[in-house]
């Protein structure tokens, strides 16, 4: 009997772990490489995997670190596999050498990367916010907010990087991982993975002569996947009231609850960021000028709140922005109870 994250049942619901959600999103995203180095909270995810090897149609491997399990994926993907690659945030830390080059070369085959923050530090020894890192290496970053959400973006994260040849990250959090809900399965993928290599030496060889001409060029595929953002069904604006609130990640869970909870609905407009970066700069645009105070709710440190306000200064837009420094802190997690009384 196969396990139920290979069934072939499209519409069926089961109760998943965040991180098994996330292994069925890739299974019907066509993943035909995984590659890891294992930390908590992202562990279940390769342990997933691993378990069924035996039954999928994929090559699973645990790599002896991060920068190792990136440069393998990335050589997978260039060999026009569909890949995954896994980690906690400490371990992006190991793997930042690659990933600062493997953004300018590309990945034809499709490259997922799954970061697991850990805000409370709950197994970790830091609570560092890898949001950085994508805006340092130019990498799409993904934040879902429920089980369901882990499933479908990661299926979209793939998407997007077989579409622009690029990167992206999948941004999550330990409670996000660890937390249980029904998830619906879509169709698994029918594609058989046909390892070829292109050789082109003037993209894949970074000599400087190379990396000059590929920067560039990814600068050109964050622009068009900017774009995208604006009108991707990840990033969504509803309600309305006298103030604004903007917010990502599994904080848009415990927003929901406290609106619902408090009665709240009416009193707010509210835009989820799905997607974080490349930013929608113009839904943030129309949406912030609809206000006179906006609220960013965000874990760890304060990575939208300042790209929104050097946008809304940008623009001369007469909007005051709180988050960190009055309401929030940039320590721990959030809950439904913080949230509630800021």
């Not at 879902?144 to 040849?165: C, L, V």
């Not at 408090?262 to 206000?291: A, H, Q, R």
Request: glycine share 8%; charged share 25%.
């Amino acid at each position: 009997m196969l396990p139920k994250l290979l069934s072939e049942s499209t519409g069926e619901k089961h109760l998943l772990l965040g991180n098994e959600a996330i292994v069925r999103g890739a299974l019907e995203a066509g993943v035909g490489f995984i590659s890891c180095y294992p930390g908590t909270p992202s562990s279940e995810v390769p342990d997933t995997f691993y378990s069924l090897s035996p039954y999928g149609n994929f090559y699973f491997e645990y790599s002896v670190n991060e920068k190792v399990a990136l440069e393998v994926g990335g050589g997978a993907s260039l060999g026009g596999t569909p890949t995954l690659v896994t980690m906690k945030h400490v371990g992006l830390n190991v793997a930042a050498d690659p990933l600062m080059s493997i953004c300018y070369v590309g990945t034809p085959g499709g490259l997922v990367i799954l970061n697991a923050d850990d805000p409370g530090a709950h197994s970790s020894q830091n609570e560092q916010d890898n949001r950085y890192y994508c805006r340092q290496a130019g990498i799409p970053c993904l934040e879902p907010a429920t089980a369901q959400e882990a499933k479908d973006m990661i299926r979209e994260a793939f998407e997007i990087s077989i579409k622009h040849e690029h990167p992206v990250m999948v941004r999550t959090t330990t409670r996000l991982n660890h937390l249980r809900q029904p998830v619906e399965f879509g169709p698994l993928s029918t594609e058989t993975h046909k390892t070829e290599f292109s050789k082109n030496p003037q993209r894949f060889v970074l000599i400087p002569a190379v990396a000059r001409n590929r920067h560039p060029a990814l600068l050109e595929n964050l622009s068009k996947l900017r774009e995208e953002a604006e009108d991707s069904q990840w990033n969504k604006t509803n309600g309305d009231g006298k103030a604004g609130i903007i917010c990502s990640g599994v904080t848009r869970s415990y927003l929901k609850d406290v609106l619902k909870d408090e009665d709240w609905e009416s009193k707010f407009g509210v835009l989820e960021l799905g997607i974080t970066y490349p930013l929608p700069e113009n839904l943030i645009t129309s949406f912030v000028k609809k206000f006179d105070k906006i609220i960013v709710m965000e874990e760890l440190e304060p990575v939208l709140e300042n790209d929104i306000r050097s946008l809304v200064q940008k623009l001369g837009i007469n909007t005051q922005i709180v988050g960190k420094d009055t309401m929030f802190p940039r320590t721990g997690e959030y809950s439904t109870r913080m949230i509630r009384d800021g």
